[in-house]
Each structure stands twice: as structure tokens, then as C-alpha cells.
């Protein structure tokens, strides 16, 4: 059985807030549904990082409401041939092109429970207007959106079904090391909490950097490692930034010392 819509749009880009793109998508949603309500999940992906757009699209898989429609537009190949694909997973409707950015969401699902099914968008059959080559966030996605957080379009008319979705290497995936780096200049690895159950430290730019449970459990200004709220482990300073510190980033390596 479909989830009902709840009327709620999640929104996932690399817009960025300096251009209008993402005032535009929000208006195109509400053209087909003036009461949806519209939740930034974040707009500051890096430029085309579709495996970092993928990473936080499943850390929201199960923190919305049953029937919530999200759409993800990290979108390289925007106007080529790669196909926009509708999933049903997590009792959600998911939106984005077929280029990976939905494939953790799809591959946490299967792992978990059954997801349901997974359509090619079909454009010509919606009819929703006219579409531009370089903005389908606006032309496609938004729309469709709109139309399925209101009940206009049922999830099965989106289009034929989908096989498989396109999948890229998960960003946790390979040796240990930082996968992303917060806006506190936390480094977050892909270090699984599993992994660390008789770790005492970490070392990461010559340092080493003892586990702690949370921020307050070291002085201020004082590095220490943890699990986030991602479940990986992460490499902080107490009221600092760790990279900035440790001078480390993306792809820097980090080695479990037990």
C-alpha cells in the first residue's frame, strides 16, 4: 500500500544561497501544491559531489513523516541522457536524477526492509510544460514534487519501472579516513561506531587524539574523537575546529589505536 502524502517537500541541492535556484524550485512546488510545506535539508553540497549529496540524503531516510516527498538535485549531467528516476523506500517518495544521489537511500532499504519500487520519470507523459535543459530542478523535479506531496499525481503514473537505480561508491566505502568536514570544522570519517569498540585514540595528522563520549568531555580548545550523530566516528575540538588545527580535510588519512 502507497503512504499518503504528507504534504511535506524536502529539498537537498548544491545551489548554494547566492542565485535564485532554490527560490525557484520552492515556487514551482507550490504552483501544484499551494499548501505544501517546503524543509531546506541543506543547499551547500560542494559543486557536483553527488556521493557527499547521497551521504546526507540517507541521514534524513526515516527523520521525516510517513509520505514525505524528497528531491535531491546534485545534477552534473543535467540535460544529457541520464534519466530523472521516483523511488518509494523508507515510506517516502524520493526524486533526483539517476546518477547516484538516490542509491544510498535505496541501498539502506534493501538492506533493512523491501523498498517498493522505482520508476523512470516520463516528462512528455505528466505534461507539466516546458523544460529547460539546464535546470530540471525547476522544470522537473519541483513540479512533480508539488504534484505528488498533494495527491495530484499518483506515484505509479510517474512513469515505467526502473530495474536498478545508477549507484556510485558510497562515500563511507575504502581505508579510513575524513569524508566530510562540518561547519565546525568537525571531522567526520567513515569510521563506523562499530568499529571502534576498543579503540582508545585515533591518530590524524601526527596527532593522536583520544575518544571521548561528547564535545564537553575534553577542556576547550582540546582535540578528542567521537561518534556523531551519523553513527561514524568524528574528529572535533571543543569549541574550536578541528581541521583547522590538525590543518586536515577531506580524504586525510586516520589510523584506530587501540
Given at each position: 500500500m502507497l503512504p499518503r502524502p504528507s504534504g511535506i517537500v524536502v529539498l537537498l541541492t548544491d545551489f548554494g544561497s547566492r542565485d535564485p535556484y532554490v527560490g525557484l524550485m520552492k515556487g514551482m512546488v507550490l504552483r501544484q501544491h499551494g499548501k505544501a510545506?517546503?524543509?531546506?535539508?541543506?543547499?551547500?553540497v560542494a559543486a557536483q559531489d553527488v556521493a557527499l549529496g547521497a551521504f546526507f540524503l540517507r541521514a534524513a531516510a526515516g527523520r521525516f513523516p510517513p509520505g514525505t516527498t524528497y528531491v535531491a538535485v546534485v545534477d552534473p549531467g543535467v540535460g544529457t541522457a541520464r534519466q530523472a528516476v521516483c523511488g518509494l523506500a523508507h515510506d517516502c517518495y524520493w526524486l533526483g536524477p539517476d546518477n547516484g544521489v538516490l542509491g544510498e537511500v535505496f541501498a539502506a532499504e534493501t538492506r533493512g526492509q523491501t523498498w517498493s519500487d522505482l520508476?523512470?520519470?516520463?516528462?512528455?507523459?505528466?505534461?507539466?510544460?516546458?523544460?529547460?535543459?539546464?535546470?530540471?530542478?525547476?522544470?522537473?523535479?519541483?513540479?512533480?514534487?508539488?504534484?505528488?506531496?498533494?495527491?495530484?499525481?499518483?506515484?505509479?503514473?510517474?512513469?515505467?519501472?526502473?530495474?536498478?537505480?545508477?549507484?556510485v561508491p558510497p562515500l563511507v566505502a575504502g581505508p579510513p579516513r575524513v569524508v566530510h568536514v562540518d561547519t565546525y570544522g568537525n571531522l567526520v570519517t567513515n569510521v563506523p561506531a562499530t568499529a571502534i569498540a576498543n579503540v582508545r585514540s585515533v591518530r590524524i595528522g601526527g596527532r593522536s587524539v583520544p575518544v571521548r563520549g561528547t564535545y564537553a568531555d575534553a577542556a576547550p580548545g582540546a582535540l578528542l574523537s567521537l561518534i556523531n550523530s551519523y553513527d561514524l566516528l568524528e574528529i572535533a575540538e571543543n569549541q574550536g575546529s578541528a581541521a583547522a588545527t590538525l590543518g586536515a580535510g577531506r580524504g586525510a588519512q586516520v589510523v584506530l589505536e587501540n
Open positions: 510545506q517546503l524543509i531546506d535539508l541543506a543547499h551547500d520508476r523512470y520519470v516520463d516528462w512528455d507523459h505528466l505534461g507539466f510544460g516546458p523544460v529547460s535543459r539546464t535546470f530540471h530542478g525547476r522544470d522537473v523535479f519541483a513540479p512533480l514534487a508539488g504534484g505528488l506531496a498533494g495527491g495530484r499525481v499518483g506515484f505509479t503514473a510517474v512513469g515505467p519501472r526502473c530495474a536498478e537505480p545508477v549507484r
